[in-house]
């Protein structure tokens, strides 16, 4: 499957403390982005990392992707409780068609 | 405002019954998508659209079709759906094709079919 799968399924932090998720494709891409969605709404993007950055960051998220392993990770420090979403992964491929990740489920206790 | 809009939000239907969901985008984008969301699979992508008159099957674009004959429009139509078509429908669309290609989404459409 060239789908990206995020890890873990399912974070449960406290307020203020720093969540990380984790997301593993198998499929050439040209950038990679974050999203997050609020229970059954739409989805927001976050933020999008091209194939030939390492880092990025963006407020209170930081974004890196190693290639060679196939991975990005999505850092959200100080988390607060409006934090509390689903987050995916989502993958370009060079045919422009764009593969999710199944989520990461966090919920930021108060 | 820029938005994506979709409509209906809420469908419930009968196998068979064929039904359109219409998805509109005031942005000027040239690329356009829809995906269905069912739990533990994340989002499937059925079709996208590079441009007018430009469609291409997305991973799971059986039982579904499309139409791109405005740059602002991308209906999806189910010609005759089926229970297994009972999921969330989010639309989205993006300026370009290329490596900046953020996607806005449409606020998404529960379809239930019986």
């Known amino acids: 499957s060239q789908q990206g799968e995020e890890d873990p399924q399912a974070l449960s932090i406290q307020e203020g403390e720093n969540a990380t998720m984790n997301c593993s494709y198998k499929?050439?891409?040209?950038?990679l982005q974050w999203y997050r969605q609020n229970s059954g709404r739409g989805l927001v993007h976050l933020i999008l990392?091209?194939?030939?950055?390492r880092e990025k960051h963006s407020g209170r998220l930081r974004v890196t992707l190693d290639t060679s392993k196939k991975s990005s990770s999505l850092l959200i420090t100080a988390s607060r409780a409006a934090d509390t979403a689903s987050y995916f992964c989502a993958l370009k491929t060079s045919y422009d068609k764009v593969i999710f990740g199944p989520g990461t489920s966090l919920s930021v206790i108060p | 405002e820029a938005q994506v809009t979709q409509n209906p939000r809420y469908l419930i239907t009968v196998t068979g019954k064929k039904l359109t969901v219409t998805c509109s985008q005031n942005m000027n984008h040239e690329y356009m998508s829809w995906y269905r969301q069912d739990p533990g699979l994340g989002l499937r992508q059925i079709y996208y659209s590079m441009n007018v008159e430009v469609t291409d099957k997305g991973d799971v674009p059986e039982g579904y079709k499309v139409s791109r004959k405005e740059k602002r429009n991308f209906p999806l139509i189910l010609e005759s759906p089926s229970p297994n078509q009972t999921s969330l429908y989010f639309c989205?669309?993006?300026?370009?094709?290329?490596?900046?290609?953020?996607?806005?989404f449409g606020p998404g459409t529960r379809l239930t079919v019986l």
């Open positions: 989205a669309s993006s300026l370009i094709s290329g490596v900046y290609n953020e996607q806005f």
């Open positions: 499929t050439s891409i040209n950038n």
């Open positions: 990392i091209r194939s030939n950055e």
